[in-house]
């Protein structure tokens, strides 16, 4: 069993100690080690049975071990990954047992991907991805890196989504779109033209709002 820590002791972190325990099921591989995140409030109490063992600069004393990023903000992941970037740390990809992928899939370092997900042919997908529940992944996509798919995320086939994007719950991309890098997609929405500014976009179809 490899020792594995969570950076972020919140909701996603919670969920994905659930998944590495889902994965132990089938495979057993991780040992959880505890969550380290840099809210004192958090530290030295349990979150879903597990410890928080403290602040990020923890893991400057854990050389060689597994970590994950379990941050939904795109941005601050990426911020995360950055700093610790002098550690030397490996990095978890972790995929639930139900997702049905396609046998040629990449997947980069550092990715989630959660339950009931389905990836489709020739799909490339960076480090520090995040996909969770229920989304579909289309034929030749590309999922740059430090991107977010919240829950019931649909993207349609060809589509290029450029680093730090974050795509709300349940929005849609309709085949062959690119989105810009540091775009935020909210909830529900429905790209239905390449989005070429950052931004947020909302509605349906989306439209820029910030």
């Not at 969570?6 to 919670?14: D, M, N, P």
């Not at 100690?17 to 004192?40: C, F, H, M, Q």
């Not at 990095?91 to 046998?103: C, G, K, N, Q």
């Amino acid at each position: 069993m490899k020792d594995l820590y969570i950076i972020g002791a919140g909701g996603f972190g919670k969920e994905v100690a659930w998944l590495v325990e889902r994965i132990n099921k089938v495979n057993p591989t991780w040992s959880i080690v505890g969550y380290v995140d840099d809210n004192e409030s958090l530290w030295n109490k349990k979150i879903y049975d597990y410890p928080v063992l403290g602040g990020i600069s923890y893991l400057e004393k854990c050389k060689d071990s597994y970590v994950v990023c379990a941050i939904g903000n795109a941005d601050t992941k990426h911020a995360i990954i950055q700093k610790l970037r002098k550690y030397a740390l490996q990095y978890a990809t972790l995929i639930d047992p139900s997702v049905i992928m396609s046998r040629n899939v990449k997947i980069g370092e550092g990715t989630i991907i959660c339950a009931g997900t389905i990836i489709s042919v020739d799909v490339t997908i960076g480090n520090h991805v995040s996909i969770d529940w229920d989304c579909t992944i289309g034929h030749d996509d590309v999922i740059s890196d430090f991107v977010t798919a919240y829950p019931s995320v649909n993207i349609s086939g060809c589509c290029n989504i450029e680093e730090r994007v974050e795509l709300g719950t349940g929005m849609r991309i309709i085949q062959g779109l690119s989105i810009k890098e540091a775009v935020i997609v909210g909830a529900g929405a429905c790209v239905v033209k390449n989005i070429e500014e950052s931004g947020v976009y909302v509605g349906v179809p989306a439209k820029k709002i910030k």
